[in-house]
């Protein structure tokens, strides 16, 4: 069963006088296991579509299928309930407090799901090993280069073990050598432990990385093929 199913999914941006399509009928299905980028120029619609698959935006038209379940027939608190327990969020900005160190920013998502203290102290600190940082778990963000924050950022993704990790931009703000640390972290995740990661970026040596690469423009897929079948640039 795929983790992501869409069909027919269409965003459509109503600014007063002028609509923005967004989204054009799009269909797209993610399984298990799969490692995905998404390129594509701005305002092509790849950040659009991570918003609707995170659940952060609700579609215009169409149907969003997340592990079998229709999303149009969930209420808001088990849509909240998918996001806090089934997806993993990373972002370019890492979006971490700045007056909370890195363990404490790691178990953020564990106190929205109701995860008991000691529990959430053991799971942060199983995720932070996870991706080498036990080291600087009591050191907040101002003390950590942009490469620790992030993460420390997807440390915080893997906590209630999703099923599905978003990436938007996830080395936008990073350096060369810090990038390729990321998505080296990423390919591990996947590989190692099977986690799905669903990616954005506009760097064709980011989306290297995945094993799939869809093509985004005007809002339609121009292609979805394997990466080594992708021609990117």
Do not use: C, W
Not at 66 to 81: K, N, P, Q
Not at 134 to 145: C, D, E, G
Request: glycine share 6%; no cysteine.
């Amino acid at each position: 069963m795929p983790v992501v199913r869409v069909e027919g999914l269409t965003k459509i941006y109503d600014l007063g006088e002028q609509k923005v399509l967004a989204l054009d009928h799009i269909d797209l299905s993610l399984m298990p296991g799969e490692f995905v980028a998404v390129m594509g120029p701005s305002g092509s619609g790849k950040s659009t579509l991570m918003h609707l698959v995170g659940l952060l935006d609700r579609p215009t038209e169409g149907r969003y299928f997340f592990e079998g379940r229709d999303i149009v027939e969930l209420s808001s608190d088990e849509l909240a309930d998918i996001r806090s327990r089934r997806l993993g969020f990373v972002f370019q900005s890492y979006n971490l407090l700045a007056r909370t160190n890195a363990i404490e920013n790691v178990e953020l998502p564990m106190i929205y799901a109701g995860v008991p203290d000691a529990e959430r102290r053991k799971r942060a600190l199983e995720a932070l090993d996870a991706v080498n940082l036990t080291h600087v778990a009591h050191h907040h963000p101002n003390q950590l280069s942009g490469g620790q924050q992030q993460r420390v950022a997807i440390a915080r993704s893997l906590v209630n073990n999703p099923s599905l990790i978003l990436a938007d931009e996830p080395t936008g703000a990073l350096d060369t050598k810090s990038s390729q640390d990321v998505m080296q972290l990423f390919r591990e995740l996947n590989e190692q432990r099977g986690i799905t990661i669903f990616l954005v970026t506009h760097e064709p040596d980011v989306a290297a990385n995945a094993k799939r690469i869809v093509t985004f423009r005007d809002g339609h897929i121009l292609s979805d093929v394997p990466v080594e079948k992708a021609v990117v640039s």
